[in-house]
């Protein structure tokens, strides 16, 4: 080797080699890995994100536009007629575009935890990849929950500017509803992405979860009427609903919506604790699944 | 070989020396490398399936190892266990000295590792799967861009490196994932079946390269069920069935110590095989008689055909050749078919 390296030497006196490229030590992988694992798988997950860009741009811009315009202009201009102090006072407008940006959240968190989860494991099999790498597994799944979270943040960021626009947020604190909208994506995403880790053969199981789950919780959750509106009988769909919480806590923020202090500790405590729970049966299964 | 190719082998070369600093003048006095993977009574079980029972190896420095048996003998699990993503079931085994199942991420960090089924980023453009894999290392930027063009010319991929992963042959996505397994310049290599499924062409152009990060002191675990693979790339290897540990030795040992020099092969028509394999006993060291050919494993094949014909038989066919290893294989793990 070392005569094959004087040969290209001497076959190239005019050119100075390069320094050669030296990848840092094994010990130094395994330290930055430990620390910022979860940040470069998240960095993955952002790049594969950034090559269908444009379809989340237009999604996040579109959806609250043809929502907005069709229930809180089409449909309000009915309901605003007949029934003016049916929603606390506000427009219709002003009531439904909290709960249409919850749900736009929650939505995108279906997709986000459910078949990418079930490529990684099983299609394509993504996570066996970084799994070789000294990344783990909790990593691999924080990694993908952040880049997601990121993902319905800036959503619901470009959503609340389309309600202020169409001047449905007369509070100064409206944009937290950004905020409690990905939270709401999360409490509800992270339990579908456990039990996503946890399947290993494909049913149809997430159809099933978008018919009978996202869709009544869509419609039920005091989304386009107030939950109280419903029969009792059916009012639970909305008490364990993540659109539910993340609906009413967002309306107290974009127009002040008066309620009792406790319920508002309800809907915090209620959709942090079932993300964190969610996050941790998420590591769990990871774990079970892949190994330490 | 290309101007990339030499100087990715002279960064191996001085990364392995830079790391190994006592090596060269180690090399003069003592020839014996460090182990860098021992395994002892390692046993792998799923519920009652025992997948890997009980097998014992070590691996020096540099060496080209292999694990070779049929479908399910354990080879994979072996694999994954080494790679620290696989819980044994009881057994010690050490990788660079390290625990793989209390140092994960350590153990991880001195491997490149090819899986069976290519897993790779499928979304992401060619040198973005290799800068991408770089990240989870921890690998500044600054290094992966330059280490990426010199992977991707070491894995003839350079015209490919914009192209989406979905866009190559079977060929082109074994090498990237063999360049992807060495951004992190890892002195051990892990290859599951690295050219199953691949035409001849491609699985000899893989060869060159997986012999070229041999020449540079890799040490390569390779599993495989192509023979020839091993014959070519191993220095030593260990035939498993079962789970289980049939032989031990370099592929010319094994040739020697279970199979005879030579092999004549008979055929006498699907009919007649049977009855004249009875008529051909005593010729060679073993006879060995199978639906559509007699194989009669003698020192000299040609001395062997001149007594099939003193006997007055007259086969279809004969053909004289070196014993090789498959002959070894099929003698240790059986014919039957293993699903």
Known sequence: ?292 | MSGGATSLLRVHNEAIRSANPSESSLSSRDMNPPTVISARNLTKAYGDLTAVDNISFDVPAGESFGLLGPNGAGKSTTMKMIGGVSQRTSGALTIMGLDPESHGPEVRAHLGVVPQQDNLDEELRVRENLIVYGRYFGLPLSYLRPKADELLEFAQLTDKANSKVDALSGGMKRRLTIARSLINEPRILLLDEPTTGLDPQARHILWDRLFRLKESGVTLILTTHYMDEAEQLCDRLIVVDKGRIMAEGSPAALIREHSSREVLELRFGSERNATIGVELQGIGERLETLPDRVLIYAHDGEAALEQVTARGLRPMTSLVRRSSLEDVFLRLTGRSLVD
Do not use: C
């Open chain 1, 1 to 292: 080797m070392i005569r094959r390296q004087l040969t290209d030497q001497a076959n190239n006196p005019s050119t100075t080699p390069a320094p050669p490229l030296r990848a840092h030590s094994p010990e130094v992988s395994a330290a930055r890995a430990r620390r910022w694992g979860a940040f470069f798988y998240a960095e993955q997950v952002l790049r594969v994100m950034r090559n269908y860009g444009w379809s989340v741009v237009l999604y996040s811009v579109g959806q609250p536009v043809a929502y907005l315009f069709a229930m809180g202009v089409g449909l309000a201009s009915l309901v605003d007629a007949n029934s003016e102090s049916a929603f606390g006072g506000v427009s219709y407008l002003e009531f439904v575009a909290p709960a249409l940006l919850v749900s736009a959240a929650v939505m995108t968190a279906s997709g986000e935890f459910s078949y990418p989860i079930m490529d990684g494991f099983k299609w394509r099999r993504v996570f066996y990849g970084p799994h070789a790498s000294p990344l783990i597994p909790q990593q691999i799944a924080s990694g993908h929950i952040m880049a997601s979270s990121l993902r319905f943040l800036l959503q619901s960021v470009v959503y609340f500017v389309v309600v202020a626009l169409f001047g449905a947020s007369p509070s100064p604190w409206g944009w937290v509803s950004a905020i409690v909208a990905t939270v709401a994506a999360l409490s509800f995403g992270l339990p579908l992405m456990a039990y996503a880790a946890s399947i290993t053969q494909d049913k149809g199981q997430f159809a099933l979860v978008q018919r009978f789950v996202v869709m009544p919780l869509f419609l039920f959750s005091g989304t386009f009427f107030p939950l109280d509106s419903l029969p009792i009988a059916v009012r639970w769909i909305g008490w364990i609903s993540p659109v539910w919480h993340g609906t009413e806590l967002g309306r107290v923020f974009t127009y002040g919506m008066d309620q009792d202090p406790l319920l508002t500790i309800t809907h915090v405590v209620f959709l942090l604790a079932t993300a964190t729970v969610g996050w941790v049966l998420v590591r769990r299964q990871f774990v079970k699944r892949m190994g330490s």
